[in-house]
């Protein structure tokens, strides 16, 4: 089995843990009907105990986890809140990781799922549908899928990752890509998936240059002006 990540993040957005907890619901009961293992979620214990996490709005407002400060333990708003938890198939390995309500450029906002695709199993096809998922639910800037250990690497440069997938949201300008190229998420949703495989030198080119840039905002160039 391979093992892939789908991630996203977007800029500062204030967000009360309530209305985090309201989005995170959706994401869950909609990403549960992608894949059987992703209907039962648990919490992070360090004890041997199962901590089932419901996946009702009030049930999840309970495992958002504020940022406190290190010597005086108060919260520290502008940092959002943390979600965290792990199912049979990513325990020890990741699982589902949500930041969300950060105010920051220090901290930023971010969806992170990790999971395995057997050999049978189309990664490209499943992660198209987790990153409309993603865009739909959480409107983010930025998300794309790829293998872990590429994710990791991206990291340990502290770059943006760049996936066989991409999203770009409804927020990035000065992203010029052919009109061919672009793949709406839905007719009412602005974002759009970029294949990378199928994009021209020269848009490969445009999109790594916005990789790093939160307030590009996606351009589509007409079929008739493409190079």
Not at 40 to 62: C, H, K
Not at 103 to 114: E, K, P
Not at 162 to 172: E, K, M, S
Request: glycine letters at 6%.
């Amino acid at each position: 089995m391979d093992s892939f990540a789908a991630v996203a993040d977007w800029g500062p957005r204030a967000e009360h843990p309530e209305r985090c907890a309201c989005r995170l619901a959706r994401f869950l009961e909609r990403l549960g009907n992608l894949r059987e293992e992703w209907r039962t979620w648990y919490a992070p214990s360090d004890s041997s105990d199962r901590v089932l996490i419901g996946r009702r709005e009030d049930a999840l407002v309970q495992h958002l986890e504020p940022h406190r400060n290190d010597t005086t333990g108060e919260v520290i708003r502008e940092l959002g809140v943390l979600f965290s938890a792990w199912n049979e198939e990513s325990e020890g390995q990741g699982g589902l990781r949500v930041l969300c309500g950060s105010t920051s450029r220090a901290v930023t906002n971010h969806v992170d799922l990790r999971w395995r695709v057997a050999e049978e199993d189309d990664p490209a096809s499943d992660g198209a549908e987790i990153l409309r998922l993603l865009a739909s639910e959480w409107s983010p800037d930025w998300g794309t899928v790829l293998p872990w250990h590429e994710l990791n690497t991206a990291a340990e440069r502290r770059r943006r990752p760049l996936g066989d997938i991409v999203y770009v949201g409804v927020n990035h300008r000065d992203l010029s890509i052919s009109e061919s190229a672009v793949h709406p998420v839905s007719p009412s949703h602005g974002g759009s998936l970029l294949f990378v495989s199928s994009l021209s030198r020269k848009d490969l080119r445009s999109l790594k240059r916005a990789i790093d840039d939160f307030t590009a905002v996606l351009k589509v160039v007409p079929r008739s002006s493409r190079a």
